[in-house]
């Protein structure tokens, strides 16, 4: 008799469980996604990121949040880029 409970108190806890498992899996994609990010500013693929490459990347990204070229971003133009940003995920 106690044998069949403490199995049964294992199934129930394998299957709650399960959930957890889920979330894990989900997370992966996401530390890939920081992998290849790290690719993408580490320009001369040496395997790390210098000051040079760390700037021109911000540079870019100010670029990107500025696109009128006027050294400043509005918060029109914040705005605009985080809208942009979570439309394209
Ligand atoms: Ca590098
Ligand atoms: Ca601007």
Same mark, same amino acid.
């Given at each position: ?23 894990? *899996?989900? !997370? ?6 920081? !992998? ?34 006027? *050294? ?14 979570? *439309?394209?995920?």
């Amino acid at each position: 008799m106690k044998t069949k409970l403490i199995l049964a108190t294992l199934a129930v806890m394998c299957l709650l469980t399960q959930p957890v498992r889920a979330e894990n *899996s989900v !997370a992966a994609p996401a530390a890939k996604t920081d !992998a290849s990010q790290f690719d993408k500013i580490d320009a001369d693929k040496n395997g790390k990121i210098s000051k040079e490459e760390w700037l021109a990347y911000q540079t870019e990204v100010f670029s990107k949040i500025c696109p009128d070229g006027d *050294s400043d971003i509005t918060r029109a133009e914040w705005n605009e880029y985080q809208a942009s940003k979570g *439309s394209a995920r």
